[in-house]
């Protein structure tokens, strides 16, 4: 069954610095990945998304994220955290055999002065 | 352009009570979906439509019943509802008929307190 990890359920930045966020999936065929971002009491609004081509994908907000077949992972990175990134990232792989998508439990970014 | 628009924003019910989350799009998208968010648990698909007509059990579907009343409207229902079921309900919606290919766009959620 299809399924996606992140192994960080929190991490706690400096402004200014660099971030990576950590995805892993499952999936039985050629995935479409995506990445979301939810801000406190918001939905969740899309960053970027893999679906074939070039394994370095860029986003919005500055983010990209980078397909490694081999490794089976969606790493979301940004080059310097500003603090309106504290906000909670999704990353999600699909099409199961539901037709959805499947997200995985979600990393907290913290972001200090 | 208001995207996907969500009704209740907050919600209250005691055990065995009924309700109705309502959903519309105006994005003239096909496939409709309704998912929950639980705590350390991401979001997990409930029910989805993927076209006008047509619905289909997700992942937790139980306890839960859906209406695609017509193309920009999706309901969930939950006709007793017990404290399990207190979460953050989600629509979405994608542009592609069947297999979801596309982006799914969100709405603001509704948040569901059960006691």
């Known amino acids: 069954a299809q399924s996606v990890t992140q192994p960080d359920i929190h991490i706690t930045v400096s402004e200014g610095a660099s971030l990576e966020l950590r995805c892993n999936y499952s999936?039985?065929?050629?995935?479409?990945l995506f990445w979301y971002v939810q801000s406190p009491g918001q939905g969740l609004q899309l960053l970027l998304k893999y679906f074939s081509g070039d394994t370095l994908v860029q986003g919005i907000k500055g983010f990209e994220a980078e397909f490694k077949r081999s490794q089976s992972s969606f790493n979301l990175r940004k080059p310097s955290v500003h603090w309106s990134d504290a906000a909670e990232y999704f990353c999600?792989?699909?099409?199961?055999?539901?037709?959805?998508?499947?997200f995985g439990a979600g990393t907290r970014l913290t972001v200090k002065p | 352009n208001a995207g996907v628009t969500q009704t209740p924003k907050f919600q209250v019910l005691k055990t065995g009570q009924s309700m109705t989350l309502q959903c519309a799009q105006d994005m003239n998208h096909n496939s409709m979906y309704w998912y929950r968010q639980d705590p350390g648990m991401g979001l997990r698909l409930i029910y989805y439509s993927a076209s006008e007509g047509t619905t289909d059990k997700g992942e937790v579907p139980n306890g839960y019943n859906v209406s695609r009343l017509n193309k920009r409207e999706f309901s969930l229902r939950l006709e007793s509802a017990a404290p399990s079921q207190t979460s953050v309900y989600f629509c979405a919606s994608s542009g592609r008929e069947g297999r979801m290919s596309y982006e799914q766009y969100f709405g603001p959620g509704t948040r569901l307190t059960v006691t």
């Open positions: 999600a792989v699909g099409p199961n055999n539901n037709n959805d998508m499947r």
């Open positions: 999936y039985g065929a050629t995935p479409y």
